[in-house]
């Protein structure tokens, strides 16, 4: 149930970002794009939001990485100063 709950609310705060950043898109001026009627603009304006959540995603996961590596690097280390004893 615990993580049904977490990844509800995962879900949820996903779901809030996505919608702030659409609306902010749209709100400054986004709207031309999506309203334009034009087809290459309508998808140039999906291109940009669906980016924007991409390179979001991207920065997350590359910060996750480096935390683990540095963990792993500092596990290394004191595994080493225990076997030196």
Partial sequence: MKSKAIM?????VTFILCFLAIYLIVFLGGWKLFESNDPILMEIGAALVLSIFYFANNEVLTMHEKKIKDLEEHIQKLEDTIAKK
């Fill in 8 to 12: 509800l609310w995962r879900w949820l």
